[in-house]
């Protein structure tokens, strides 16, 4: 569609708008920020927008999955600080190594997925409120262990033994470690494990099959299943990539703290989604898709760190996020409805 | 069955009596023309209906009853002609007005007419607490009100109880009670007897007979023969976007009304019938629903056959069958000498058993995608690599498709959404065509295209037949005319006819539409 647009007609500045005003929106800020805000353009700044941008994106690349199948992942925050405490519970308490933590972590995030994809499919729970609960339990199941208070070592378990393992090098690493890119120290490595998962993600959609089939359920499900496909299938394996992803931004999360932190990541859900709708109107494409939603992050992320640094107040914020997201949903639907209508 | 023929003279007779003092034309249509786009569903309706009488109206899919109702009942508004209800001017503007002004519709999907979380009360009273009247609700005043409403129809049911404890039944006539709340004059009931069982059924009729006797028109769409002999005073049919039959009188000609509503105009086609290859698929004393005559159907190769018969008739169960989404009640299929037992629809697809399904809106065409994508999507694993689709291999397909079906388009990558209707419909086809097929079944194939988007796919279907067996589910008289090799008539979910497509006896046939049993046996035999 977008490639022939130009050999059939002019675009239009309407359609010009639509395609690349999210884009130019995205420019214009950083030159505004770039500006006004002092030491915005340093290399300091930069990272900071890159790691918070880094978690937020990759839980909001499984939102956007469960968006294509129709679907809706409401869960995605609480499995991510689940994940967060799993991994410092499975160091720190059990005392085992790196490997063991992520691997929890990861099976924990599938298992979700799965138990959220079940309730949808075989249940016949709406995925929203399949996954609201979801949200609540293992906001709740977090806690049990520890009676409520983060993990960290030296603390007293509710057995009255104290805990002795520590958070292990390697998997702070994945939290601290910044690679050089011209400027040294610019890369953490949670935006390197972005921007693979945000490629895997955008191939999985666009070049393979599987993904054609999930824009297919999304679009008309119905049709999908008449065809051929399996419909219920594709939904809980929806549900799972969005879980194992959060489980990733939970052990980013984790690695970057250094310690369970009970009380972080309570942002995460909201900002996620918010990319991932701001991703529909990314180009024009008026549907969920892996490049919008980074664009979506990185827009979130570089107007929080913007107004921080210019001082606005950090209750302002959510106000600013919800704004945006506002304006950019105006943009994707009033104009898909445009596109439905001829 | 005889007491209900009773009744029903009975109550003809006090209409006809009622007739001859105050008869009275409730509602006279003249000309009435209403079009989507350049798409004329209504090509001038001249219709009487009287006070008084029951008018039952019949017409296939896309004859355009349901866009008549709906001008009717203020969902559409013409573009051309008038409406008159008692000699004054009738346009409504919307729904309320409609409903103002005295013309009350019960529609098909009962739960429609309901809300299902509110008792019986609140739903009786529902439009005057839509419509103001105060801010609290006093219960005891609406459940008095509702009381009398619901004993001048005799629902007999406690106000309290919650609509979603109804059967199907109370349900109905909680609508149908909540209707009489507005005393209308013309009282529209669509297909009301779909979902109600036999028992249920009468309970409606004799309603209907008290409203007929209090002087309401009322206008019954309907298929059922039973039905209408039992409860109309007259039959309009439709076609095209026309009144094409009125039939009236003490015996009412259901058989005629069937003709008018199907058409039976000789196509000029030609066909050049082949003699039918080897079996393909066999099915052996299936039976659709567990008291539905079993029957037996072999499809052979290179044959293209036409199963025709009205709605709820059992085609679209058949459909189901073969596709693998139904089981039959008992029976067994054989595909190329093999059984042949689908669990699902993938399953089907994998045996080269294709399905394209009728109403292509809600079950084929996928919106956003573009023409390939289209095509491609049941066989995508053909155009991948390890799961990497190749964009080439598919427009190879897609290009071939659009040539061969003449699918009006500047190009594969068009977006499905920008084109026709017809040019959709062929795409939809063509997705199935794409590949080889055991067994094709195309549903409805020809549901709300043109003339020459019809013929064309007729064509293509035709032109392509060799190495599979090709089913076409059509309710059209003239479309099975027109592409079959063979005609197979279906009513009471099972086989009435099977026609070869040679001089065919059309009055015979459509008798066999009308569901009549005395010739079938004959037929088959023949």
């Not at chain 1, 130019?24 to 030159?31: G, N």
């Not at chain 2, 036409?306 to 595909?335: D, Q, R």
């Not at chain 2, 045996?351 to 994508?373: E, M």
Request: charged residues 20%; hydrophobic residues 50%; contains cysteine.
């Amino acid at each position: 569609m977008q490639a022939d647009t130009h050999k059939r007609a002019k675009p239009t500045p309407v359609e010009l708008a639509i395609k690349f005003g999210f884009i130019a929106l995205l420019i214009a800020m950083v030159l505004f920020f770039s500006a006004f805000a002092e030491n915005f353009a340093t290399p300091f700044s930069a990272v900071f927008i890159f790691q918070s941008v880094a978690i937020t994106g990759i839980l909001a690349l499984g939102v956007t999955v469960t968006l294509v199948v129709d679907g809706f992942d409401l869960s995605i925050g609480s499995t991510a600080t689940s994940a967060l405490m799993l991994s410092s519970y499975v160091m720190v308490v059990w005392e085992l190594n790196a490997f063991w933590a992520v691997l929890f972590c990861l099976i924990m995030g599938a298992a979700v997925g799965l138990v959220n994809g079940l309730l949808i499919v075989k249940m016949k729970v709406p995925d929203l409120l399949a996954t609201l609960g979801m949200m609540f339990l293992l906001v709740g199941i977090q806690r049990i262990p520890t009676e409520g208070r983060s993990i960290s070592t030296g603390m007293i378990m509710p057995d009255g033994r104290v805990t002795e393992g520590v958070f292990s090098p390697n998997f702070l690493y994945l939290g601290r470690n910044k690679f050089d890119f011209f400027i040294d120290n610019l890369i953490p490595v949670s935006v390197v494990v972005l921007l693979v998962i945000g490629f895997i993600v955008w191939a999985f959609m666009e070049l393979t099959r599987h993904g054609r089939l999930m824009y297919a359920i999304g679009s008309n499900e119905r049709a999908a299943e008449l065809a051929g496909t399996n419909v219920n299938r594709y939904k809980v394996l929806a549900y799972m990539i969005s879980g194992v992803l959060a489980s990733v931004g939970g052990i980013l999360l984790a690695a970057r703290l250094g310690r369970g932190d009970i009380a972080s990541g309570n942002n995460l859900l909201l900002d996620s989604v918010a990319a991932a709708l701001i991703g529909f109107a990314v180009l024009g494409a008026a549907k969920p898709n892996a490049f919008g939603t980074i664009i979506g992050a990185l827009f979130i992320g570089i107007l929080l760190q913007g107004l921080t640094m210019m001082n606005a107040p950090y209750y302002t914020q959510d106000f600013v996020k919800g704004a945006v997201l506002v304006v950019a949903l105006v943009f994707t639907f009033a104009l898909s409805k445009r596109g439905g209508a001829h | 069955m005889s007491i209900v023929v009773d009744k029903w003279q009975e109550a003809s007779l006090v209409s006809f009596s009622r007739g001859n003092s105050v008869q009275s034309t409730a509602v006279e249509i003249k000309d009435l023309t209403k079009a989507f786009g350049t798409n004329k569903v209504l090509r001038g309706i001249d219709l009487e209906l009287h006070a008084g009488q029951v008018t039952a109206l019949m017409g296939a899919n896309g004859a355009g009853k349901s866009t008549l109702v709906k001008v009717l009942c203020g969902v559409h508004s013409a573009n051309g002609g008038q409406i008159k209800m008692f000699g004054a001017s009738y346009a409504p503007a919307s729904p309320s007005a409609a409903i103002e002004a005295g013309v009350v519709t019960v529609h098909q999907s009962i739960n429609d007419g309901v809300i299902p979380d509110l008792d019986v009360a609140s739903n009786l009273m529902l439009d005057r607490l839509a419509n103001g009247g105060g801010f609290f609700v006093n219960k005891r005043a609406i459940r008095v009100e509702a009381r009398k409403l619901a004993a001048l129809i005799g629902l007999e049911v406690d106000m309290r109880q919650m609509v979603s404890d109804l059967g199907l039944a109370d349900r109905q006539l909680v609508a149908i009670a909540r209707a009489m709340a507005h005393k209308p004059k013309l009282l529209i009931l669509d297909e009301p007897t779909s979902s109600l069982s036999a028992k249920e059924a009468v309970r409606l009729f004799e309603l209907l007979d008290r409203l007929r006797v209090q002087g309401v028109a009322i206008l019954y769409i309907s298929h059922r023969s039973s039905d209408i002999r039992r409860i109309a005073d007259r039959i309009v049919a439709m076609r095209d976007g026309r009144i094409s039959g009125v039939f009236e009188g003490v015996s009412l000609d259901y058989e005629g009304a069937v003709k008018a509503m199907l058409g039976h105009s000789m196509s000029e086609i030609s066909l050049d019938i082949p003699m039918p290859g080897a079996p393909v698929l066999r099915l052996g004393d299936i039976a659709l629903l567990p008291e539905s005559e079993p029957f037996s159907l072999d499809l052979h190769d290179g044959e293209v056959v036409a199963i025709t018969g009205l709605v709820g008739s059992g085609k679209s169960a058949l459909a189901e069958v073969i596709f693998g989404l139904a089981k039959p009640a008992a029976g067994h299929m054989e595909l190329r000498g093999a059984p042949y037992a689908p669990r699902h629809q993938a399953a089907a697809i994998a045996a080269g058993v294709f399905q394209a399904p009728k109403d292509r809106a809600s079950n084929a065409v996928i919106q956003g995608f573009d023409i390939t994508k289209n095509i491609t999507l049941p066989f995508s694993k053909r155009h991948s690599k390890m799961g990497l689709l190749s964009r080439q291999s598919e427009r190879t397909t897609a290009q071939r498709m659009v040539q061969e079906l003449g699918i009006v388009c500047q190009h594969v990558t068009d977006d499905i959404g920008s084109l026709s209707g017809g040019n959709q419909q062929k795409t939809m086809v063509g997705r199935w065509m794409a590949e080889d097929a055991n067994v094709l079944v195309l549903d409805e194939p020809f549901q709300g295209v043109d003339i020459k988007a019809r013929r064309d796919i007729g064509a293509k279907i035709r032109a392509t037949a060799k190495g599979r067996a090709t089913v076409v589910m059509v309710a059209e008289m003239d479309e099975a005319v027109e592409i079959a090799d063979r005609i197979i008539v279906m009513a009471d979910h099972t086989i009435k006819g099977d026609h070869r497509n040679e001089n065919i006896d059309l009055n015979m046939v459509l008798a066999q539409v009308a569901g009549s049993s005395e010739t079938s046996g004959h037929i088959n035999a023949g």
